[in-house]
C-alpha cells in the first residue's frame, strides 16, 4: 500500500514540475523532449520501485539507485516551484517575471539536490551527549553508550559501509552499543554477507539491538541479529549491571499499523528491579509514559530528522520530537537523526549522525 501511494503521489508531483519546466524560457523551445525525458524518469523510478526495490542484482541495484535518487531531486524542484506559484499567484501576478522566476527555481532545485547528495554521501558525524541518569551508581559514572540507529543496510548501503561505521564505533571505546532499529531496509535478497562485519561490532556490556519497523519486512532479519551474538530487546528488560536496567519495546509504528493500542512501554518495564532505566525504541512515542514509570533515558531513531528538508516539517506532524535531545517531564530523551538514509543517499541539510552518550551518576 506504502508503494502504490508513495508511486501515485510522485507521478503527480511530476507532472505538476514538468508542466510548469515547459513554460520557462531555457525549455520553452525542448517541450517534446522534456517529455520524453519526463517519460523516461518516471519508468526509471516505477521500475525502481517494483523491480529494483526487491530485487537482486545489477539491475535492481541501478534501477533502485535512479529511482530513488529521481524521487528526492523531483521533491526538491517540486518545493521550489511551488514556491514561486504562491508567491506570483501562479503567475496571475507578475505575469511577465514568472517564467523567469519558475527558471531560477529550477536551478535553485538542482543547486540543492547536489547540496544533499554532497551531504548525503558523508560519513555520520559522532554527536557527543553527555546525561545526569538517575539512579546510576557511582561505580557506573563515565558509563560510555554508543547509538546508531536507521542503518537501513540493504541494496544500497552495504558491506564496506557497515564496515567503516564498525570502525567509527570501536574508536569511541564504548561499555555499550545501542542499535536502535531498522538495522535492515528489509528488502534485496539475504543480507548473510552482512554477518561477518556485524560480529565485529562489541563492547563490555554488550550490543542491545530493538526492531525497528524495516525488520517487520521481508522476514529474515530478526534471525539475523540474534546469529551476530547480539543480545535483542523485544517487550522485555535486562540488568546489564547491578542497578543499571536496559529496557526495548517492538516498534510502535507497527503496532499502531495493527490497530494495537495501550501503553506498550509501561507493559514492558513491568517488575524490573531499582536503579537506573534507559529504554530503547525505535519510534519517539509513548515518551510521557515512559517518564511517568521512572524511565530517565529513552533513545529512539526513526524520523531521520527529515533527512531533506524541508521534509522534516510534515514529519514532525506525526513525530513532534524529530531530532536532538528533548525533556519530557524530567527524563531525557535522545532522538537521532539517522546513521544511514532511506531511500536516496540525500540529506539535506544535516549529515546522519552515531550518538555518543556518557552517563553520570547524580
Known amino acids: 500500500m506504502f508503494?502504490?501511494?508513495?508511486?501515485?503521489?510522485?507521478?503527480?508531483?511530476?507532472?505538476?514540475?514538468?508542466?510548469?519546466?515547459?513554460?520557462?524560457?531555457?525549455?520553452?523551445?525542448?517541450?517534446?523532449?522534456?517529455?520524453?525525458?519526463?517519460?523516461?524518469?518516471?519508468?526509471?523510478?516505477?521500475?525502481?520501485?517494483i523491480y529494483g526495490h526487491g530485487g537482486t542484482g545489477a539491475a535492481a541495484w541501478w534501477l533502485e539507485l535512479i529511482g530513488m535518487h529521481w524521487m528526492a531531486v523531483l521533491f526538491l524542484l517540486f518545493v521550489c516551484l511551488l514556491a514561486v506559484d504562491l508567491v506570483t499567484g501562479f503567475g496571475f501576478f507578475m505575469p511577465r517575471f514568472a517564467p523567469f522566476l519558475r527558471e531560477a527555481a529550477l536551478i535553485a532545485g538542482v543547486i540543492l539536490s547536489v547540496i544533499a547528495l554532497v551531504q548525503g554521501?558523508?560519513?555520520?558525524?559522532?554527536?557527543?551527549?553527555?546525561?545526569?541518569?538517575?539512579?546510576?551508581?557511582?561505580?557506573m559514572d563515565g558509563t560510555v553508550i554508543v547509538a546508531l540507529?536507521?542503518?537501513?543496510?540493504?541494496?544500497?548501503?552495504?558491506?564496506?559501509?557497515?564496515?567503516?561505521?564498525?570502525a567509527q564505533?570501536?574508536?569511541?571505546?564504548?561499555?555499550m552499543v545501542f542499535l536502535l532499529g531498522d538495522l535492515f531496509e528489509g528488502h534485496g535478497g539475504s543480507f548473510d554477507d552482512l554477518l561477518p562485519v556485524m560480529r565485529d561490532l562489541s563492547a563490555p556490556l554488550g550490543v542491545w539491538v530493538v526492531p525497528g519497523n524495516h525488520e517487520f519486512y521481508g522476514g529474515g532479519t530478526i534471525g539475523l541479529i540474534e546469529r551476530a551474538g547480539f543480545h535483542l530487546l523485544r517487550d522485555r528488560w535486562a540488568e546489564v549491571a547491578p542497578g543499571l536496567i536496559v529496557a526495548g519495546v517492538d516498534d510502535l509504528t507497527i503496532r499502531h499499523r495493527h490497530g494495537l493500542t495501550g501503553n506498550h512501554v509501561a507493559k514492558v518495564l513491568e517488575?524490573?528491579?531499582?536503579?537506573?532505566?534507559i529504554l530503547l525504541s525505535?519510534?519517539?512515542w509513548?515518551?510521557?509514559?515512559?517518564?511517568?514509570?521512572?524511565?530517565?533515558?529513552?533513545?529512539s531513531g526513526h524520523t531521520h530528522g527529515g533527512q531533506v528538508w524541508?521534509?522534516?516539517?510534515?514529519?514532525?506532524?506525526?513525530?513532534?520530537?524529530?531530532?536532538?535531545?528533548?525533556?519530557?517531564?524530567?527524563?531525557?530523551?535522545?532522538?537521532?537523526?539517522?546513521?544511514?538514509?532511506?531511500?536516496?543517499?540525500?540529506?539535506?541539510?544535516?549529515?546522519?549522525?552515531?550518538?555518543?552518550?556518557?552517563?553520570?551518576s547524580e
Open 286 to 299: 509513548q515518551t510521557e509514559d515512559a517518564a511517568r514509570v521512572g524511565v530517565g533515558l529513552m533513545l
Open 282 to 284: 525505535h519510534t519517539p
Open 169 to 175: 564505533v570501536e574508536a569511541e571505546k564504548p561499555d
Open 121 to 139: 554521501l558523508r560519513p555520520p558525524v559522532i554527536h557527543n551527549y553527555e546525561v545526569h541518569l538517575p539512579g546510576l551508581s557511582r561505580d
Open 149 to 166: 540507529s536507521d542503518l537501513h543496510l540493504g541494496t544500497l548501503l552495504g558491506k564496506e559501509w557497515l564496515r567503516e561505521r564498525v
Open 271 to 277: 517488575g524490573r528491579p531499582s536503579g537506573a532505566t
Open 310 to 360: 524541508p521534509f522534516g516539517y510534515v514529519v514532525r506532524i506525526f513525530y513532534p520530537l524529530l531530532e536532538g535531545r528533548y525533556d519530557v517531564s524530567g527524563m531525557t530523551a535522545i532522538v537521532s537523526r539517522g546513521t544511514g538514509t532511506w531511500g536516496p543517499r540525500m540529506r539535506l541539510w544535516r549529515p546522519g549522525e552515531i550518538l555518543r552518550i556518557t552517563l553520570r
Open 3 to 49: 508503494g502504490y501511494i508513495l508511486i501515485s503521489i510522485l507521478t503527480v508531483i511530476q507532472l505538476y514540475v514538468f508542466w510548469r519546466a515547459a513554460s520557462v524560457p531555457l525549455l520553452r523551445d525542448h517541450r517534446l523532449l522534456l517529455a520524453g525525458a519526463g517519460v523516461v524518469l518516471w519508468l526509471l523510478f516505477l521500475f525502481g520501485r
